[in-house]
Nanobody, 124 residues
Framework: QVQLVESGGGLVQAGGSLRLSCAAS????????MGWFHQAPGKDREFVAR????????TYADSVKGRFTISRDNAKNTVYLQMDNLKPEDTGVYYC?????????????????WGQGTQVTVSS
C-alpha cells in the first residue's frame, strides 16, 4: 500500500504564493506519474498538474499555466506544487495522487492512490 501525505496549504491574499508538498511512503518504489487536483466548494475534482516520474515531463491545466509549477524529488519520493500569483478561484482542497502505471494524467481515474487533501484559501 502507498500513503500520500500533503502539506503546505493555508490562507494567502490574492497575488501571493504557496508551496504544496506531497510525500509518498509505503510501497512507493514504482511511480509512473504523480498529479495535483483541485476541488472547489460544491464542484468536482479538477486536474491541475502532472509530472511523469522518469524524465520529469509536466502537464498543466490551462488555468494555471504560467502561475503554477510542479516538480519532484526522486530521492524523497516527493512532489511539489509551487503556486504563484494566486487568485480567489484557486481556493479549495488540493489533492495529490499517484499511479504506478501509465495513464491519461488529466483524469482522476488514472490514479490509484490519493492523499487526504490540503486546504488553500485565497482572499481577495
Amino acid at each position: 500500500q502507498v500513503q500520500l501525505v500533503e502539506s503546505g496549504g493555508g490562507l494567502v491574499q490574492a497575488g501571493g504564493s504557496l508551496r504544496l508538498s506531497c510525500a509518498a511512503s509505503g510501497r512507493a518504489s514504482s511511480i509512473y506519474h504523480m498529479g495535483w487536483f483541485h476541488q472547489a466548494p460544491g464542484k468536482d475534482r479538477e486536474f491541475v498538474a502532472r509530472i511523469i516520474w522518469s524524465g520529469g515531463i509536466t502537464t498543466y491545466a490551462d488555468s494555471v499555466k504560467g502561475r503554477f509549477t510542479i516538480s519532484r524529488d526522486n530521492a524523497k519520493n516527493t512532489v511539489y506544487l509551487q503556486m504563484d500569483n494566486l487568485k480567489p478561484e484557486d481556493t479549495g482542497v488540493y489533492y495529490c495522487a499517484l499511479s504506478p502505471f501509465p495513464g491519461v494524467g488529466v483524469r482522476p481515474q488514472s490514479y490509484n492512490y490519493w492523499g487526504q487533501g490540503t486546504q488553500v484559501t485565497v482572499s481577495s
